[in-house]
């Protein structure tokens, strides 16, 4: 009995193959650390403590400069997450479906744009945080920023191939 159980588990387990784990376990663990910052990890007091530490034994600087720039650095964060999270569902997506560009890249937005609307929405019931729909707008300008300059240049070296060839001398 215990060996037909072992082999329904490695049946299962066999459909799991590498292109799932090597393409599609990335997004998903990025858009999860994603989810644990949207939450009190991620709040104002914790990363500004943080950052003051950095910045101030670093260089000297006035606390209102050290205030502006840990906004910047909050806000360009949200960029670069979201930038990394819109690669990696392109990329993901290449893998499963190659020939399909434009429907990948459509896909790659609207998953990134999932996860930033959950993202806001979990910070909306949050005490210590504040979903904002501007926020969005910057983890969609990351995302799509780098799913529209990955797609080109996948596409670019795709085309750099002539289809025909050049005729003989």
């Known amino acids: 009995m215990p060996e ?23 997004p998903v663990l990025w858009a999860l650390v994603i989810m644990l910052l949207s939450g009190n990890l991620g709040a104002f007091p914790n990363s500004y403590s943080i950052f003051k ?10 606390p209102k400069l050290i205030d502006k720039l840990h ?9 670069v997450c ?34 930033a609307l959950v993202d806001e929405g979990h910070q909306h019931f949050l005490t210590t ?15 799509s920023g780098i799913i529209l300059l990955t797609a080109h240049l996948w596409g670019r070296n795709k085309t750099a191939i002539p289809s025909v060839p050049p005729p003989s001398p």
């Open 53 to 62: 530490w950095v910045v101030s034994s670093l260089f000297t600087l006035p």
């Open 129 to 143: 945080r504040s979903g904002s729909l501007w926020d969005v707008v910057l983890d969609m300008s990351g995302a």
């Open 4 to 26: 037909k159980v072992t082999e329904k588990i490695l049946l299962l387990t066999s459909g799991l193959n590498s292109t799932v784990w090597r393409y599609w376990a990335p």
């Open 82 to 115: 979201y930038g990394v999270l819109g690669f990696l569902w392109l990329r993901a997506l290449k893998a499963t479906r190659p020939r399909f560009l434009w429907s990948n890249i459509l896909l790659a937005l609207l998953l990134s744009l999932g996860v």
């Open 71 to 79: 906004l910047i650095f909050r806000k360009a964060l949200h960029v």
